[in-house]
């Protein structure tokens, strides 16, 4: 296929762009196969170029011959383009239609994306799981990493390379994988340096009504055990969502079979409710008409805030396990691969400072979410703006924006304790959703092997990675804290992630001007540390010369 | 003093610590067993909003104390005998029936007579009114209000339009409730422009007064700018014309020409009260779900008030900056809801006001000159219910919600609002003692007790935004707040201290500000090494002899200084 078929009309004059809280463009309008440009051909003014793959939706309007296309983005950005000549008007919007929609994924950007920068480290390598078993075997002989997945046969949607107990063979592993949901049998989260507590993540138990049991499981999770001591499972459903899982071949471990562990129920939601809370929610951000009360009431109904509590709860009860209780826990919910995969990664951003530098944050997420087979290329299909009307099955929801915006909630509880900053968890957003790079593609390891991903594209992580970007990322604030930190998650204590829902809403000059003041005020510190340490040392050597010149 | 009592943590924990329980003259005091810590809680009996006794348990009695800064102190008395004595005492303590009763005039402060006087004289209001070009050929002194004469809530000194003659001030001042006629409170030198205030007009359904017209006349032609006025009133409309059955109510249109009335709906004291306690409720709702959070924060309509408090502000500096129209500004009585309009314009208006000193000198101004009643409001002594309300609270977090959205434009930080609103309801410093100068000046309160700015300036170092620089672009000119309802927060800082328990979290303000001392320290040092550094390196041997002829004394001093500093490095 040809982009230039869904094309229609290339190029058109005399385009007016509007955006709230900046000045109109007018220029031209050109299409590619992956971007929408408005450009007003004169020096100095700013051109929009936008991905074809951060339409959400767009909405079409006529005035006599003036169209106007709104074209709301992943990012939630609303913007409006007002396009002389009906014709014009509707070709543009039909081709926009079929940009922003192609169904297949080697069509993508990123497989057209060349990079302009150097790469200096390929992010493809930068995170493989060898790596990270070599952090674990420094810290404990209790673990091996298995191939039993190699051929991704065991479980679809994990990676090849997976750490399990060293006492467990291939052969449990498989028959353990035959008793978890999608084959997701458990396996090692995190490992707990202070105490060698561990945290595992699984797929729910195919207990079904007659309450099946699996040896084999048992065996294997029960590996992690230390003698005489209880370890926690941590079901992200509430009872009553677990029970009536087995109708449909799922479960929960009973006390029964499972008596080592005791097990507690939370109640982070599934992800077509989050993905209404997600629409509700900025759907109420976005109306300005709004007095106090509506705007109060339509952020609790929205419930977003509500999720937000939840999984943070939820991680902390996990992270207290390990860290308070020195217990192993074992989380899962349906699938495990949402919710799941919330709890696990926002307990080691509590536990592991490692997760909170900008490498570290990196790594978790690769590790988490995208080796552990989130499938984001489903879930951000669509994101707040998205109008249901695709016939494809709704699995879209705002899983991993959820997880961002918790990390947001403790890095503003711990200013200091991040060595990122809030930037980077808002460029993690937008490339989730829309990127030239290869990272977010695909549901799973398997399907990004097969797309040769590390070949064909370039990772998000190579450019995130160069000392240039990595500075603009990074949280001036930044002193390591190697404790613990536990987030209140008081509802007073969490608040709207401004950065993300009132992005578009409001200007952020002020805010923008604060943040470069608080930049400004450290580097010129540093620069005098520098000045003064320079100018000592100067001194000291020249204290230590002097003796010599006079003994000369 | 009660032994053994047990002071219990009110966050989740529940967790108890032992200790003794002190009560002074002018505090309550708990003092923890533990060796090692000793750790010492201190309230202030002014500072105590109520003592509740909920019914005796068999380990004792629970004493709850809760104060006017929304701290919440339980204890567990032992004996119920003890419990039932520290309650009645603490009743009486916490409710002074005199002003001699109150901490800064029972503390006996008269030890320094030179330095209480000079407390008073930190600020001085005429200098602001100089400082913004008051008076000028349009606006004039009155001595009309000498000995309070024609109005007792008003300051003795007072700005009218230079055309405003004696007859016509007193014929206002009749026409208006309390006397309360339209006089100067900022008068804005770009523009012209100035913002008066008042109470509001005698009018009824049909009476006018003609002194009051050419009153509101010559305030018009005060601004040779602009063809009208506006006439804010800040109450909701329905109740502005609820007052006129009672014989007040608001300006007719057609008696007074070039008017234009807006108003602007703050409600009154009573609904701001009920407000404040359902926040301060909701703050005591043990783990609540975010959903009651929400539910609670919106059927308290705290920020719907706020949000009006700050519209009104907004309108009236939009008003005088951008279109030079002059704005009066009245509510019933000009003393609760117009203080607020009128101090939250100046602060959006001038960037003076957003300093410490200019905060403190539009408080001074706004409140504590023009008769806010800050006795009744604040309930220093036993009255009625009925008059408490937080109408300056509401102005503080309005001032707090700025500086939010505007983080550089404020030199003083989150503390500094805290601090002062405490001092409020404290009456530890005399300043707001009492419901109007005039009152104050009767108690002859600057010759007994002392004034609060000067203290607070002089801990200012922890009262700083490390983020503001007077040069800054935000530091300039007007703000424009956005007044979208999302762009209001609920005050954390204030409302919920008992987080504050959990372990202190980093707080960036305080490591900028630590940053920025460490950065002075640097650069003096840096300094020091320039003017030594280029001869040491010349001739290093004799370089604490060194001296050029003509090398001032001081400088020389100081390099000694920094020689011995690096000795110490």
């Given amino acids: 296929m040809e982009f230039a078929e869904l094309i229609k009309t290339p190029r058109v004059d005399g385009v007016v762009l509007r955006r709230p809280f900046q000045p109109t463009v007018e220029g031209t309008l050109c299409l590619t196969g992956h971007h929408l440009i408005l450009s007003s051909r004169q020096d100095n003014t700013e051109e929009l170029w936008l991905l074809h793959a951060n339409i959400d939706c767009i909405e079409k309007r006529f005035v006599g011959t003036l169209g106007t296309i709104i074209v709301k983005c992943k990012d939630l950005r609303v913007i409006q383009l007002d396009i002389p000549g009906m014709e014009e008007c509707l070709n543009i919007a039909s081709s926009i239609e079929a940009l922003s929609t192609l169904d297949s994924v080697s069509l993508m950007y990123p497989f057209f994306y060349r990079p302009m920068f150097e790469v200096i480290e390929d992010g493809w390598n930068s995170f493989l799981p060898e790596d990270s078993f070599k952090d674990l075997e420094s810290m404990t002989d209790e673990w091996r990493l298995s191939d039993v997945n190699q051929d991704y046969c065991v479980c679809a949607s994990y990676p090849p390379l997976v750490a399990v107990p060293k006492d467990v063979d291939d052969d449990t592993l498989r028959k353990a994988a035959a008793f978890r949901h999608a084959g997701r049998f458990p396996v090692l989260s995190y490992y707990h340096k202070k105490n060698g507590m561990v945290m595992m993540r699984s797929g729910q138990p195919l207990t079904g009504t007659n309450g099946r049991r699996c040896k084999e499981d048992e065996k294997l999770i029960n590996a992690t055990l230390r003698a005489g001591k209880r370890g926690y499972i941590i079901d992200t459903r509430t009872i009553a969502v677990a029970q009536q899982a087995k109708a449909r071949g799922g479960g929960f471990e009973s006390e029964a079979n499972y008596p080592q562990w005791r097990r507690i129920h939370k109640a982070i939601e599934r992800s077509s409710v989050l993905q209404e809370s997600l629409i509700k929610l900025v759907e109420a951000c976005n109306d300005q008409s709004h007095n106090m009360d509506r705007w109060l009431s339509k952020l609790e109904a929205s419930n977003w805030q509500t999720h937000v509590k939840e999984i943070l709860t939820t991680a902390c009860l996990a992270a207290q396990c390990i860290d308070r209780e020195g217990a192993s826990v074992l989380v899962h919910g349906t699938e495990g691969t949402d919710s799941t995969l919330q709890v696990t990664s926002l307990a080691q951003i509590i536990l592991d400072p490692t997760c909170r530098t900008i490498r570290g944050f990196q790594a978790l997420v690769e590790r988490e979410w995208l080796q552990a087979g989130h499938p984001f290329q489903q879930r951000c299909v669509q994101s707040a703006y998205g109008n249901g009307s695709s016939v494809k099955v709704r699995c879209e929801a705002p899983v991993f924006l959820l997880f961002l915006d918790c990390v947001w909630q403790i890095l503003r509880q711990f200013p200091c304790s991040f060595q990122f900053s809030e930037h980077f968890l808002v460029l993690l957003f937008e490339h989730a959703y829309a990127s030239q790079f290869g990272t977010f593609l695909g549901n799973s390891a398997a399907e990004r092997a097969k797309l040769k991903l590390s070949q064909k594209t370039v990772s998000l992580w190579s450019w995130v990675n160069r000392p240039q970007e990595a500075q603009r990322l990074s949280n001036p604030l930044y002193e390591a804290n190697s404790l613990v930190i536990w987030p209140s998650v008081a509802p007073q204590s969490l608040l709207l992630w401004e950065g993300v829902f009132l992005r578009w809403n409001r200007s952020s000059r002020c805010l923008d001007e604060a943040y470069e003041e608080m930049v400004h005020i450290i580097e010129y510190n540093k620069e005098l540390q520098n000045k003064v340490n320079s100018l000592r040392r100067q001194l000291a050597e020249l204290e230590t010369d002097d003796p010599l010149q006079h003994t000369e | ?484 309802p999302y762009c209001f927060k609920m005050w954390k800082g204030m409302y919920n201290r008992l987080e504050k328990s959990a372990p202190p979290r980093h707080s960036p303000a305080d490591l900028l500000t630590a940053v920025r001392e460490e950065t002075q320290q640097l650069e003096q040092e840096l300094t020091n090494h320039q003017e030594v550094a280029p001869r040491g390196t010349a001739h290093s041997g004799t370089k604490q002899e060194d001296s050029s002829p003509d090398e001032e004394e001081a400088d020389e001093q100081q390099q000694r200084r920094s020689e011995d500093d690096e000795r110490n490095v």
């Fill in chain 2, 1 to 484: 003093m009660v032994e053994n009592v047990r002071l219990i943590d009110r966050t989740v924990s529940r967790k108890a610590t032992v200790g003794t329980l002190y009560l002074s003259a002018t505090h309550t005091i708990f003092v923890e067993n533990n060796p090692e810590t000793r750790k010492e809680t201190w309230v202030l009996h002014s500072l105590v909003a109520s003592v509740e006794r909920p019914p005796t348990t068999p380990s004792g009695s629970h004493l709850v104390i809760r104060t006017k800064n929304f701290q919440v102190l339980e204890l567990l008395v032992p004996q119920e005998r003890d419990a039932t004595d520290i309650h009645a005492s603490l009743a009486r303590l916490s409710r002074p029936e005199k002003y001699s009763e109150l901490y800064c005039l029972s503390i006996n402060p008269t030890a320094n007579k030179e330095e209480r006087e000079e407390s008073w004289s930190f600020l001085d209001l005429q200098a602001d009114y100089r400082r913004m070009g008051v008076p000028n050929n349009l606006w004039v002194g009155t001595p009309a209000n000498s000995e309070y004469r024609v109005c007792d809530t008003y300051p003795s000194e007072l700005f009218v339009p230079k055309s405003a003659t004696p007859p016509v001030i007193v014929g206002s001042s009749k026409f208006r409730s309390r006397g309360r006629f339209p006089v100067l409170t900022y008068f804005h030198q770009d523009t012209l422009a100035s913002i008066c205030r008042c109470s509001q007009p005698l009018s009824g359904f049909s009476a006018r007064s003609q002194e009051d017209e050419q009153m509101m006349q010559a305030i018009m032609k005060a601004n040779p700018g602009s063809e009208y006025i506006y006439v804010v009133d800040t109450r909701p409309k329905l109740n502005a014309m609820a007052n006129r059955a009672a014989g007040k109510g608001y300006e007719n249109e057609d008696h007074y020409t070039n008017i234009k009335l807006q108003f602007i709906g703050i409600e009154n004291i009573h609904v701001m009260r009920n407000s404040q306690q359902k926040i301060i409720d909701m703050g005591e709702v043990k783990t609540p779900s975010m959903g009651d959070f929400l539910w609670g924060l919106e059927s308290s309509g705290w920020l719907k008030h706020i949000k009006a408090v700050l519209d009104a502000g907004v309108f009236i500096a939009k008003a005088v900056a951008e279109e030079g129209v002059s704005v009066v500004v009245h509510c019933s009585d000009g003393w609760d809801r117009t203080a607020q309009a009128c101090s939250l314009a100046s602060v959006l208006l001038d960037p003076y006001y957003r300093t410490m000193k200019g905060l403190m000198l539009l408080i001074e101004r706004d409140w504590v000159s023009f008769g806010h009643k800050f006795s009744h409001r604040y309930n220093h002594l036993d009255g009625d219910p009925k008059e408490v309300s937080p109408v300056i609270d509401q102005f503080v977090e309005c001032v707090w919600q700025l500086s939010e959205q505007f983080p550089c434009a404020f030199e003083f930080n989150e503390r500094f609002l805290i601090q002062l609103r405490r001092h409020v309801y404290s009456c530890q410093y005399g300043n707001f003692l009492g419901n109007s100068q005039k009152e104050r000046r009767d108690m002859r309160l600057r010759e007994r007790t002392y004034s609060l700015w000067p203290q607070l300036w002089k801990d200012r170092a922890q009262y700083v935004n490390p983020l503001y620089r007077a040069d800054h672009t935000q530091t300039q000119g007007m703000l424009r707040p956005n007044t979208t």
